[in-house]
């Protein structure tokens, strides 16, 4: 066992000073309203990698549509996808509904209730149990997430790399001291809003924070240097170009191999451009690749830029025209030739469902005009 980072006494203090802060200042957020522990999974998944208001907003549409782990467990991957269309980290639907099938083969109707438990299901990490457990079970256990991170290491005057065993163990040692016997997912959540509206990573606010007299960075002038922040990584740069291939009034879509980077998702056929080539080749070389067709690329539509967590993409749409055949699934999955009004059905990834929006409000709902006045 580590050794315990604070004097017992003062554990304690901080512990109810902690408290008292929830009660008065805590964020009002729905899924602090429910004892519903699928409720309270379903919230701290999706809080993973996605802005709060985002949360809130989603949260209630997703359990509208999935409202137990029956229903989760018995709903198709394409539908989980779809209503998680948009919040990104598309790992994340796929596991929860991974873990739902888990525990109904099993025989079970609801969560197991500790961490140890939580942990073996798919898509639990460690923060994700221990958040479940306490807030949902009362076990006391500490749900050391990035805000936690921070709080702790500052609180500590903690100058290590929060990434090394060593560092974690005496910030975890620290949260579980800080941890109710009564009311652990309380503590947690109060940590948790802590680093989330004061305790913030560049201008902390810690002159009405409850842990301020205690604060070892604060006392040494090193509240906004800590935690230690790993060097910055250069992001890679991708061109990408893909196709809104047309027959008749339908577009070409395939999806995307389950193994993959947004696996289960569905696309405009395209991919990364070559050294020498120029777009509108890399067009057409990606959509034979991935479904044996033959295009004319007939004119540009649309550029936007993306980000993903280890890379960015410039993407560049072509209005194409299919040649003869049948799309096959080459480097994609079940590529089809979709009506316009039947693209709603189908999740696509964040993108996409940009270049689809540019497309509605481009008015373009049909097959661009070629030299000579004929459609595609």
Known sequence: ??????????????????????????????????????????SEVMLQQTRVETARERWPRFLTRFPDLRALADATEQAVLKEWEGLGYYARARNLRRAARALVA????????????????????????????????GERVPALDGNLVRVLARLLGERGDPRRAAVRARLSAAAGQLLSTRRPGDSNQAL????????????????????RAACRARALGLAARLPRRPARRHLAHHHVAAGLVWRGGRLLIARRPGDALLGGLWEFPGGKRRVGETLAQACRREVREETGLDVTVRAPFLRLAHAYSHFRITLHLFHCEAGPGRPRPLGCEAPRFVALDELGRYPFPRANQKALEALRRSGVWRPPVRAGGRRA
């Open 1 to 42: 066992m580590p050794q315990r980072p604070l004097a017992t006494a003062l554990a304690g203090r901080l512990r109810r000073r902690l408290l008292e802060w929830y009660a008065r200042h805590g964020r009002s957020l729905p899924w602090r309203a429910t004892r519903d522990p699928y409720a309270i999974w379903i």
């Open 106 to 137: 099993a025989g079970r109707e609801r969560l197991p209730q500790t961490a140890a438990d939580l942990a073996r299901l798919p898509g639990f990490g460690a923060y994700t149990a221990a958040a479940v457990a306490s807030i949902a079970f």
């Open 192 to 211: 948790m809003d802590l680093g989330a509206t004061l305790c913030l990573p560049r201008r902390p606010r810690c002159e009405p924070c409850p842990l």
